[in-house]
């Protein structure tokens, strides 16, 4: 096992980069890490420079991320090496409460290693992927100059009022998480005609378009569609990769990213457990 250097991140998201989309869950934590936008994880290979796992981990030397904060996500290209570093190596700290997200394919061989290491979980959620392999496919909405002047980011002020209309939100960590984001990533909204905030989009730490939300005497007007949009545009201006995960059964997010060109990978699916809950 091995913790990779800085110097080593770009190298590591290149790999990454090949095995895409399904990557994405920890190649967008190593993109905003090579960008200086995400200090407070870690990535740990089974052998380098040719790995067959990674892992993406809380940072033990990273003290502001409190329990709440902590996530673990991996990518792998051999289970059976996944699985002895989970049961042989101290690659978790199985003690603490954390979240871990994977491809649904490891979901049987997990369970197994949860229940050697005796840790309680609990499905929080199952997900689609959808993303955007480049411009080309993107998909240009009609809407009105009424709507594009009134498109502006986000700020510190908007974090409890997205805190509470957050599914996984409403509490103090939800709340930091919003900051973070709002502090490190691109953010958007639309604005009624006063300035208030009432449709927003977010990225995730990984990356990952997420938070997309319409005060509801607002929705039907075109309002998501517009945001998701401009954000596509300026991911791949910038270089980002362009992603989201929709949560099965949640129908309007998903047509509406299909319909601006998002491709989905239905042999695919994202799960995400908490773990000592």
């Given at each position: ?13 290149s ?5 895409s ?9 190593l ?12 990535f ?25 904060t ?11 090496t ?56 993107l ?20 974090a ?30 639309v ?5 208030h ?30 945001l998701?949009h ?7 201006a ?6 989201c ?33």
């Amino acid at each position: 096992m091995k913790v990779l250097q800085k110097d080593e991140h770009m190298a590591a998201e290149s790999v990454l980069l090949k095995h895409s989309p399904k990557s994405f869950l920890v190649c967008g934590y190593l993109h905003a890490s090579n960008r200086n936008k995400q200090a407070n994880v870690q990535f740990i290979v089974d052998t380098w420079p040719d790995f067959k796992v990674i892992i993406c981990r809380p940072d033990p030397e990273n003290k502001q991320a409190s329990d709440g904060t902590k996530k673990v996500m991996f990518y792998c290209l051999d289970e059976k090496t996944l699985r002895d570093m989970l049961l042989e190596e101290d690659t978790v700290d199985w003690s603490s409460h954390f979240v871990m997200a994977y491809d649904s394919s490891h979901a049987s061989m997990l369970k197994e290693v949860f229940t050697q290491r005796q840790v309680s979980h609990k499905h929080r959620a199952c997900a689609h992927l959808l993303y955007l392999p480049d411009s080309s496919h993107l998909v240009t909405p009609a809407f009105d100059s009424d709507i594009k002047s009134r498109i502006s980011s986000l700020d510190l002020s908007h974090a409890h009022l997205l805190n509470q209309t957050w599914k996984f939100g409403g509490d103090e960590f939800g709340y930091k998480k919003i900051v973070r984001q709002i502090n490190n990533f691109p953010s958007y909204c639309v604005t009624d005609h006063q300035g208030h905030p009432v449709s927003w989009l977010l990225l995730h730490e990984n990356l990952a378009m997420g938070m997309l939300y319409t005060v509801p005497e607002y929705r039907r007007k075109g309002y998501a569609t517009v945001l998701v949009h401009t954000m596509a545009q300026r991911l791949l201006a910038e270089g980002y990769p362009v992603f989201c995960y929709v949560e099965e059964g949640n129908l309007f997010p998903f047509k509406l990213f299909k319909s601006l060109g998002f491709i989905d990978v239905p042999s695919y699916r994202a799960i995400w457990n908490v773990l000592n809950t």
